[in-house]
């Protein structure tokens, strides 16, 4: 079946603008996890949202960065405000259950973002 | 807090030459531990996991794990490398926390194998 998708797959935009990243998870998948990936700093946790239940926004750096999960089903991630920093590879997966300790992850090809 | 600690961040290796991967973590009760890999240009995939059991996991294209408790590692081995090897590798832990189970990953190690 298909995988998990994300659009765009690049986004270079200029500090200040707002920019939205989207994911399509595998269907069935309940869980649905956002990270960041910057050069040498391996993947860092932002979101995770598990069914129906309030999302663990624990990972987000800043007020600048939202996500909402639609239906169960697509997720957006929102930046407001971009800064430099904030350019780097921003990586979905999702899981047929989460929140398991066996819970396996299927990634995205992921979002380049280059704020200018 | 939980953390996980890839001890190398960049090999180089020529083919044939054997493979191994540290990744030790923090944490005190059950763990599950994983690896990932990411191929130049494709996504990040899963390569093996633990969860119980035997504690030497294989996975695909002949690497395998050993989960040694009392160290609280978990590190990747392939006997003989080839070129197609070249890639990231991640460790991941998978450990419950308020609210349920999270998945933290390491920092990641950069492969380069040369033919």
């Known amino acids: 079946g298909a995988g998990v998708s994300q659009s765009p797959s690049n986004k270079v935009t200029e500090k200040g603008k707002d920019v939205e990243l989207r994911c399509d998870p595998i269907?069935?998948?309940?869980?649905l996890y956002w990270y960041r990936q910057s050069l040498g700093q391996g993947l860092e946790f932002l979101i995770y949202?598990?069914?129906?239940?309030?999302?663990?926004k624990s990972g987000l750096p800043s007020d600048r960065f939202s996500a909402e999960r639609t239906g169960g089903s697509v997720s957006t991630l929102t930046i407001q405000r971009t800064q430099q920093e904030d350019s780097a590879v921003y990586l979905c997966?999702?899981?047929?259950?989460?929140?398991?300790?066996?819970?396996?992850?299927?990634f995205g090809p992921g979002t380049r973002l280059t704020v200018l | 807090a939980q953390s996980v600690s890839q001890h190398n961040h960049h090999v180089i290796l020529s083919e044939a030459a054997s493979l191994e991967l540290g990744c030790n973590y923090s944490?005190?009760?059950?763990?599950?531990l994983f690896w990932y890999v990411q191929y130049p240009g494709q996504h990040l995939q899963l390569l093996l996991k633990?969860?119980?059991?035997?504690?030497l996991v294989k996975g695909i294209k002949g690497f395998e794990a050993e989960f040694i408790k009392s160290k609280f590692s978990f590190n990747l081995r392939k006997p003989s490398v080839q070129w197609s090897d070249t890639a990231e590798y991640f460790c991941?832990?998978?450990?419950?926390?308020?609210?349920?189970?999270?998945?933290?990953f390491g920092a990641g190690t950069r492969l380069f194998v040369k033919a």
């Open positions: 997966a999702s899981s047929l259950r989460g929140g398991s300790n066996t819970d396996t992850q299927y």
């Open positions: 269907s069935g998948h309940t869980a």
């Open positions: 949202f598990q069914g129906n239940s309030a999302p663990d």
């Open positions: 944490y005190g009760g059950t763990v599950n």
């Open positions: 633990y969860f119980s059991g035997d504690p």
């Open positions: 991941a832990v998978n450990a419950e926390n308020t609210g349920g189970f999270k998945t933290i």
